[in-house]
């Protein structure tokens, strides 16, 4: 039990109540349980408490559970029981109670049925906000379709750069959403996290339904793209080796020539978004060094939205963006991707002529538009190790390959002749999936030197982030 519940936080739920744009009796329940060692939260929305009750699932997490929650308000009390059937048939149950401490907020208290047994606090509390898979207006109305369309397993941007990409072909797919009427449409494409795909019915991630909700009344669809699935993963957060950094972008720029064929789309109002991964992908697809050797120099992304984006890793020494209007969204006390090495980079994208402005938010950890608190991600792979060897960062040459004036560094740090890296992936590059073969073997060596587990994700910032993200799209796809 102790093993299967670690530390996990469970999202929102599902409702067939269609409410609209504003949420007069959305409420939610924060709950952290722990067990010694061992802890977990809960954020759970209820849409609407009727007659002073309320009852929500059965619904699946993890894969490992069906759950039912009901609740009863009687004399300013509050009564909950979450019950649980696991795979293997056992069934347990976590009451809590407490009471209300002003019209907006309920303190709670609980403890599990399984010996011994867990404890639990918390908190029920008035929101102004949709839960996920609330069916929203603009959203239930909208079309959808699956799109599939070959992309390329890339390596490093070196094989980008060269051309030599097209020597990997894959077969990767998106989900197209759009309004449902109207044609010359701009269009929002998405990249998913080192989560995976499933993200994008996550339901610790409710921002995502008010996102796409909100840029469907503005008319503007959006194309989520699937990174992974094609490529034989479902995560990359515990190895980021098993697929290359750079397919996000690759995928966003083939996905640009997709959508400009599409007869309800208008591919001069493209814009690209994505948290961690899909915020690398957002950044270097509107870097000319990618965008005009796969879409040429005349087509390019018109905005783009990096969320927490890497740029320690992935940087250019001498940067060249395009056109695009492009607004890094940072959080201050993100330990996996940290905020500083974005500025900078923004800074140096300044110089070079880039539209680029900047938001850090103080506080806000990675991941941070999740509905759960900020919780330790002990699985999560990052180097920030590897700083004392490159306090810039890793940055790039024209080229695409590690910059010459990082050569000797290579040397000393990871005992790695980089002249022969780079004809290994010159090499690489001609035979189909040898150049992501190669990258994975890059990975493990940076890995085993300065890689690290363990960073702090979450923080319930969804709301916030919508409020930034669907202004920035509206004003510069319009």
């Not at 309320?54 to 997490?61: A, D, I, N, T």
């Not at 609740?71 to 059937?85: A, C, R, S, V, Y």
């Not at 009451?95 to 639990?120: H, M, Q, V």
């Not at 319930?460 to 796809?477: R, W």
Request: proline share 5%.
């Amino acid at each position: 039990m102790k093993k299967l519940l670690g530390i996990v936080v469970l999202g929102l739920l599902w409702c067939n109540i269609l409410i609209a744009d504003e949420y007069p009796n959305s409420w939610k329940m924060d709950i952290f349980c722990k067990q010694g060692k061992w802890q977990w939260y809960e954020s759970v929305f209820v849409v609407n408490v009727e007659n002073n009750e309320f009852s929500l699932g059965p619904f699946k997490r993890w894969s490992k559970k069906n759950i039912v929650f009901k609740g009863k308000i009687e004399n300013d009390k509050i009564n909950i029981t979450e019950k649980l059937t696991f795979k293997n048939g056992n069934k347990e149950t976590i009451k809590y109670s407490g009471e209300f401490i002003n019209d907006n907020e309920a303190t709670l208290k609980g403890r599990t049925s399984w010996d011994p047994p867990w404890k639990c606090n918390g908190k029920f509390f008035k929101v102004d906000r949709p839960p996920h898979f609330t069916p929203l207006k603009y959203l239930s109305e909208a079309t959808e379709e699956i799109i599939k369309f070959t992309s390329y397993n890339p390596g490093i941007p070196l094989t980008i750069i060269n051309g030599s990409y097209v020597n990997s072909p894959v077969e990767v797919s998106g989900k197209l959403i759009l309004p449902k009427e109207g044609d010359n449409l701009p269009v929002v494409v998405t990249v998913h996290s080192s989560g995976g795909p499933s993200e994008f019915n996550d339901v610790a991630q409710s921002w995502r339904n008010d996102f796409k909700n909100q840029l469907l009344k503005n008319n503007i669809g959006i194309f989520e793209i699937d990174n992974f699935t094609a490529r034989g993963a479902k995560e990359t957060a515990s190895n980021q080796g098993k697929v290359s950094i750079n397919a996000g972008e690759l995928d966003a720029l083939v996905a640009y020539k997709i959508l400009d064929k599409h007869p309800r789309v208008n591919a001069k109002k493209l814009g690209i978004t994505g948290l961690s991964r899909g915020g690398n992908a957002a950044n270097m697809a509107v870097e000319k060094k990618f965008s005009d050797v796969v879409l040429g120099k005349e087509n390019y992304y018109l905005a783009s939205l990096p969320m927490a984006s890497d740029c320690f890793n992935i940087a250019f020494e001498n940067p060249t963006p395009t056109p695009a209007k492009i607004l890094f969204l940072l959080g201050g006390a993100d330990d996996y991707t940290l905020a500083k090495f974005c500025v900078a980079y923004a800074e140096k994208m300044k110089k070079a002529g880039g539209d680029v402005e900047v938001i850090v938010k103080e506080g806000w950890h990675h991941d941070f538009y999740n509905d759960g608190p900020a919780v330790s991600c002990p699985k999560c792979v990052h180097f920030n190790k590897c700083e004392i060897h490159a306090p810039q960062g890793w940055m790039m040459n024209d080229e695409g390959f590690i910059s010459e004036s990082q050569y000797d560094v290579f040397q000393k740090a990871f005992k790695m002749d980089l002249k022969k890296w780079r004809k290994k992936f010159e090499k690489a590059s001609t035979k189909p999936g040898a150049s992501n073969k190669l990258y994975r073997k890059l990975y493990i060596k940076l890995y085993k030197k300065c890689g690290e587990r363990g960073t702090t994700v979450g923080g319930d910032h969804g709301k916030e982030t919508v409020d930034i993200a669907v202004p920035f799209f509206v004003n510069a796809l319009k």
